[in-house]
């Protein structure tokens, strides 16, 4: 089997064969979000492609040191580094304080990937955890000379910088057109040309997210946690580098200036961007209300959609559709996507009760296996992989139909691939069991009936039983209401 993994390499637009700097090691960086709101699907997104670029990494053997960050502090309104810190601004509206902004969010971050049973990455930095290691790298960048500092702010200095070294490598961009194409600075701001990106900024007397430096009490730029971040946990020089396709220009442009400028070598070896998430044919944006949160699909609360959709159906209409590609939202291609989701599920179901015969019919498990491990190895195309898994479930249910047959050890081996793709490579959960009707007719059931013991207890005045039932549930998230026709309950 043929395991030479090629990856499409957002820095020369070429797909080029993976080759990792340590063998059987790969570091990989991927900028995570900004926590000042609930995450976005969009961003939702872009973590389940580097879920299962992860995954499979990890399936082909190689030890992954996966480093996304939190972003904490630093990220302005606009890229021009102007505007309110995103988290302060939060803060100030709500009245509390910006680390209870970030605690919140993170926490809501976190709860949606384990839904989308997303893998924790290996390490999770956040950017005010790295101050100090931010300052040390503009004290780096100014000894080099390529940056300056103006009333207690700090800039980097893109033209002579790019006089040095060429500018715009991933997002080809010349330093010429966007010399052209930037508005002139409108006198607020101390930069020198346009093109500068802040390194720290000298806080306003009302901000209050700041820490000292040696040029003013103030916060670092949003563009240099990335840099300072991946230098510290993958090194100067690491393998992969991802995020979403939005963070190419300027954040990943500014990325490769800020450290090239010190070590004057390329720090990423292959950047990788994940592209964009439609909703019905439009982006997707609060301002215009074509706009859904992940929490809103699984619960089936919201305007867009009839239905809920479940945090596996929605995985798995993502990964129906390549990285790479832009995916749209909408109730049909849901409901399509998650009919096969299904019918994908029932066909592993039957794997285990699967009449065998002395020889396999005309379906060849290695030439399967093969298309498989090409399709993932041809830069993680995993809709191309599900559909081989659906060429499998044909030929489950026509052995199940007694159409074709299937040999012991050829049934054997497609379970273990067939689990080892949909479990481990593709991240996804069996959800038929637990949603199927008879689960929740059962489980309804035997609710019904605790609590009808409860209500029994309550008429004979064993309040002792009754309260240990409804603590005991509630332990459970399941909710007993107690109301003058008698109790309900219901599962969170
Ligand atoms: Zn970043």
Redesign the pocket.
């Known amino acids: 089997m043929d395991t030479t993994l090629v990856v499409y390499n957002s820095l020369n637009g070429k797909k080029e064969i993976f080759k990792s700097i340590l063998p059987n090691n790969v570091g990989m960086y991927v900028?995570g979000p900004t926590v000042y709101s609930n995450v976005h699907l969009g961003n939702c997104r872009t973590f389940i492609s580097f879920d299962l670029i992860f995954r499979y990494l990890k399936h082909l053997g190689y030890k992954v040191r996966y480093v996304r960050?939190i972003t904490d502090a630093g990220h302005l309104e606009n890229d021009a580094d102007e505007g309110e810190d995103r988290i302060a601004k939060k803060a100030r509206l709500e009245s509390i304080e910006p680390m209870e902004v970030v605690q919140r969010y993170t926490l809501d971050f976190r709860d949606t990937m384990a839904e989308f049973n997303a893998l924790a990455p290996s390490i999770e930095p956040t950017a005010t955890g790295h101050i100090v290691e931010q300052i040390e790298l503009i004290k780096e960048i100014m000894a080099q000379g390529y940056a300056y500092e103006i009333n207690g702010s700090v800039y980097f200095d893109v033209i002579k910088f790019n006089d040095d070294i060429p500018y715009g490598k991933l997002s080809g961009r010349k330093i010429e057109d966007l010399i052209h194409n930037t508005r002139t600075l409108d006198g607020q701001s101390d930069k020198k040309n346009p093109q500068d990106f802040a390194l720290w900024k000298k806080a306003e007397p009302v901000h209050i997210m700041r820490w000292p430096s040696p040029w003013s009490e103030g916060f670092p730029g949003w563009?240099l946690?990335?840099t300072a971040m991946s230098t510290k946990y993958l090194g100067k020089q690491f393998d992969i580098h991802g995020?979403g396709m939005d963070?190419k220009f300027p954040?990943?442009e500014c990325?490769i200036a800020q450290a090239e400028s010190i070590n004057k070598k390329a720090p990423v070896n292959y950047w990788l961007h994940a592209n964009m998430l439609t909703l019905n044919g439009k982006k997707m944006a609060k301002s215009t209300g074509n706009n859904i949160l992940p929490g809103e699909m699984f619960s089936g609360e919201n305007s867009i959609f009839k239905k809920a959709f479940s945090p596996m159906a929605v995985r798995f209409f993502m990964l129906q559709a390549h990285y790479r590609s832009i995916v749209d939202l909408s109730e049909t291609a849901l409901e399509a996507s998650e009919k096969g989701f299904h019918r994908l599920q029932e066909g592993i179901s039957k794997l285990e009760a699967l009449p065998t015969s002395p020889e396999s019919s005309d379906f060849h498990i290695t030439v399967w296996q093969n298309k498989c491990y090409a399709a993932m190895n041809d830069d993680f195309n995993s809709p191309l992989l599900i559909a081989h898994l659906f060429d499998a479930v044909k030929y489950i249910n026509a052995v199940s139909n007694g159409l074709q047959q299937i040999s012991k050890t050829d049934l054997a081996g497609l379970s273990k691939l067939m689990n080892v793709f949909f479990f481990d490579v593709l991240g996804l959960l069996n959800t038929n069991k637990k949603q199927g009707e008879n689960g929740n007719k059962q489980l309804e059931g035997a609710l019904q009936l605790i609590v009808e013991l409860r209500n029994n207890a309550r008429a004979a005045k064993d309040f002792q039983t009754s309260d240990l039932i409804r603590d005991s549930l509630s332990n459970l998230n399941i909710q007993i209401n107690d109301t003058s026709e008698g109790s309900t309950f219901k599962i969170n």
Do not use: D, I, Q, V
């Open positions: 900028c960050n563009h946690e990335c995020g963070l954040h990943h990325e």
